[in-house]
């Protein structure tokens, strides 16, 4: 019989009892799509280690201190500290990453733009809703693989896992995702930053 996998949620609450191993559960669970968010902002794997690190014991030290309360929501709760862990990192070194345009992730950066203003908001949320309705033009083969990569933050190789195809062919696919959507963008004269 397959064994039921705990939930995020009660994992948290028996660590925060004093169950030390709910936590190393948790990190096996979650370290692949931590670590792939936080490696391709920084592209660095000394430094990714470090971050990853940095966010595992301020995870620590928050569900020590009693002051865990997002109910069910750990992982997004982790990808956020990781989030703002790089942005500090940046911020620090006085550079925000350079983007190429060869980049996965160039289409997108824009969307992490975490200044609150509201005309940015609106931007990011216009540039959000125009990249879904391109999306929906790539063939479904393309579109599955870009959405895990994009919106699910899944490695190629949990990709490759899910839809049952070669770690190779998610990465082809990926490709010609990527390029399709470029051709759009420049087909529909988008302009994706300001």
């Not at 699910?152 to 990465?171: H, P, R, W, Y």
């Not at 490709?175 to 420049?186: F, G, P, Q, S």
Request: proline share 3%.
């Amino acid at each position: 019989m397959a064994s039921v996998q705990i939930p995020d949620a009660l994992l948290v609450k028996n660590y925060i009892a004093g169950d030390e191993s709910a936590l190393a559960t948790l990190i096996q669970r979650h370290q692949s799509k931590v670590y792939g968010f936080i490696y391709s902002k920084i592209a660095d794997r000394d430094l990714a280690d470090d971050i990853f690190q940095d966010t595992f014991i301020k995870v620590i030290k928050t569900l020590k201190s009693n002051s865990y309360n997002e109910e069910g929501k750990f992982l997004p709760w982790v990808m956020r500290i990781a989030h703002n862990l790089i942005i500090d990192h940046f911020r620090r070194n006085k550079k925000m990453p350079m983007f190429r345009e060869t980049e996965e992730f160039s289409i997108f950066s824009i969307m992490s733009d975490n200044n609150p203003n509201i005309e940015n908001k609106m931007i990011v949320e216009q540039v959000e809703s125009d990249l879904r309705k391109l999306i929906e033009e790539l063939p479904q083969d393309q579109k599955d693989v870009l959405m895990m990569r994009m919106y699910q933050d899944m490695s190629f190789k949990e990709i490759s896992e899910t839809t049952g195809v070669s770690i190779n062919t998610a990465l082809g696919r990926m490709r010609y995702a990527l390029m399709n959507l470029r051709k759009v963008i420049d087909k529909h004269q988008i302009i994706l930053t300001n």
